[in-house]
């Protein structure tokens, strides 16, 4: 889906899956490093190659607004349009890249549906690695699961062309993107992509009616200064609304940046704070269980609603969206 024949007699096709939109040669990869010109022709070579699934709590998405509680079927192919340096899931988005097969189990999306129907997911969530890289299984497997009354949800980088996007209204019910930085030579070095291709993106996402939650990994020296934090809080404020949750994560070493340390819980209990004095009406921090940021307050009365330690809701006392104490409409998709 979504590429376009170049030259005539040389064969060259240009992928407008991502905002890289790739001009790939005859025999050549895009960036992702599964989609491939064969004569003219590109190839989805991870269609149906699922390198990864399984059940988890919709809270490690991270989603907090978006059926809280509930389990979803994540699934993942092989691939993506990002080289993040701190990758948590670098040997299933990155190592493609070094090597022709394409890992991974062979489904149909009929039996994804299936998987999420026997497990009693509430929704499928296109996870562990940028969606956009295997769109073409989601985009079928999502229409499948709308007909059986299952919900789907994609984790994801946010760089998705405006075609794709187009694609997804209707079928994607949320998003979460993360911003991973504020600032071009951030996404530029750390990530191989462009900040301002990014929010272009996220901006076209909230236009279709999505639900949209953002989660931004604090990294020391690299993008946990003030001045990268407030650009985070005012981007969501101004353009998405005050209604989106906000999650600030905390770093630990990883991949190709394990020379850095953790980040201290403190940092992320300051863009929180940060971030409700903005205005903004749900700020989270994670990868820090049991701390008050996992929580779900009312942005009314300000009393406790979803209580959380971890990936676990302890107390749920929402009652069809709206808080018991004062009767507020709590943003986002509940039962």
Known sequence: MLYEKLAKGKNLVKCNLCNHHCVIADGKRGICGVRENKNGTLYSLNYGKIIAHNVDPIEKKPFFHFFPGSEALSISGEGCNFSCKHCQNWEISQLVRERKEIYGENFKPEEIVEMAKKYNCKSISYTYTSPTIFFEFA??????????????????????SEQTINLMSGLIDAVNVDIKGFTEKFYREICGASLEKLLNSVKLLKKTGMWIEITTLLIPTLNDGEEQIKGVIEFVKDELGKETPL?????????????????????????????????????????????????????????????????????????????????????????
Request: proline share 5%.
């Open 139 to 160: 985009y079928e497997t999502a229409k499948i699961a709308k007909k059986e009354k299952i919900y789907n949800n994609f984790v994801s980088n946010g760089y998705m």
């Open 247 to 335: 999650h600030f994560s905390l770093f630990y070493p990883y991949y190709k940046l394990v020379h850095l340390p953790p980040t201290p819980v403190e940092t992320a209990r300051k863009a929180r704070e940060m971030a409700l004095e903005s205005g903004l009406r749900y700020v989270y921090t994670g990868n820090y269980p049991g701390d008050e940021g996992e929580n779900t307050y009312c942005y009314n009365c300000k009393n406790l609603l979803i209580k959380r330690c971890g990936f676990m809701v302890e107390k749920n006392l929402t009652e069809k969206g709206r808080c018991p104490h004062c009767g507020a409409k709590i943003d986002g998709i509940f039962e």
